[in-house]
């Protein structure tokens, strides 16, 4: 049953995809035990009380104010509220299936060698229609991700890192999801880089396999006309400062403790050295960073940094780009 499950919403002064995540949850009779994690503005949070107090014969929330507002320490202090056995991390624009979380709660039950178990999940670009006061539906996509069965967890990391298909809002056991951003928060890796969600993914698929059910799990809103538009001299220079900060002393310790940290988790799973351990953990990082850094960087470094361009176009292997990566090449 779903009730076995909590959602952890994390949300800030974002009323009205709140009103909306809630009342779709109410309208297909959501079972499982809801914690709203509200970091908004006071004013916005008197909103969304209302909003809350206006289900509470529907659903079943808590409404919490975190400690330190920032994500991932209040996704952790919601983390620390759960009284289930298993956990779903939330944001307030994503909308879940009440039959496929009790069937995903089900096949953890009887699957205990799984960490996780997700289903389809599709993204819908949408644009909001001040006319109508409503949201219009432009476009979608296809986002889940694959079934991770391999029985060694490096097998399951390193197929991870050829295809970074997040597993993120998967039904997870709530002792692995509070020990990932227990890590996180702890240890001082809060930076805008993508690593907490990494370190997240990753000690999930080392603690078990990940299940995809054939349903209709999850989908998610992206509002398309409220992202803020840039020109091509804007982006130029966001991916020279993209790089400024791959180069930062402040992201290489957090790499470092990203590293250090999945590594030893996995040395406890598997019997492998910590040397490999870091290997096949960073092999994700590199998966994650590299194709980014050459996609975003291409283009405009051939006309801010000629001879950097150069090094990269002309890079032929996946170790070269690594390479490139950890010289922290700039003209």
């Not at 799990?217 to 091509?232: D, E, L, Q, T, V």
């Not at 092999?283 to 194709?291: D, E, F, I, L, T």
Request: proline share 3%; charged share 20%; net charge neutral.
């Amino acid at each position: 049953m779903s009730k076995n499950i909590t959602i952890i919403i994390n949300t800030m002064n974002k009323p009205r995809m709140l009103y909306a995540m809630l009342n779709y949850h109410a309208k297909v009779k959501i079972q499982c035990p809801i914690i709203v994690v509200d970091a908004s503005d006071f004013d916005i949070f008197e909103i969304n009380s209302s909003t809350i107090a206006s289900l509470k014969n529907s659903l079943t929330v808590e409404h919490v104010v975190p400690k330190d507002r920032t994500t991932f320490a209040s996704i952790s202090f919601g983390a620390n509220l759960v009284a289930t056995k298993y956990v779903i991390l939330s944001g307030d624009d994503d909308f879940f299936a009440n039959e496929a979380l009790n069937e995903a709660a089900n096949f953890l039950d009887e699957n205990l060698d799984f960490a996780g178990c997700t289903g389809l999940t599709f993204k819908l670009d949408c644009e909001w229609e001040v006319s109508k006061n409503d949201w219009k539906i432009v476009s979608g996509g296809d986002n889940t991700p694959d079934s991770f069965l391999e029985e060694k967890p490096s097998g399951r990391i390193a197929r991870y890192s050829q295809k970074i298909a997040v597993p993120t809002y998967a039904v997870q056991r709530l002792e692995t999801f509070r020990n990932s951003f227990s890590a996180i928060v702890s240890t001082g890796i809060l930076i805008d880089n993508s690593l907490p969600e990494l370190l997240y993914n990753v000690n999930m698929l080392i603690e078990g396999k990940l299940k995809v059910l054939p349903r209709l799990y999850h989908f998610w809103f992206s509002a398309i006309n409220k992202r803020p538009k840039g020109s091509s001299l804007h982006t130029g220079l966001n991916s020279l400062h993209w790089i400024d900060k791959l180069k930062s002393e402040r992201f290489i310790d957090c790499l470092n403790i990203y590293l250090e940290h999945t590594a030893v988790n996995l040395v406890r799973r598997e019997a492998i050295a910590i040397e490999d351990a870091r290997d096949v953990v960073l092999s994700v990082w590199a998966g994650y960073y590299a194709p980014m850094m050459l996609r975003r960087t291409r283009e405009t470094l051939q006309r801010f940094n000629p001879t950097v361009f150069r090094i990269i176009n002309n890079a032929q292997s996946f170790k070269t780009n690594l390479a490139f990566i950890f010289q922290h090449l700039s003209a």
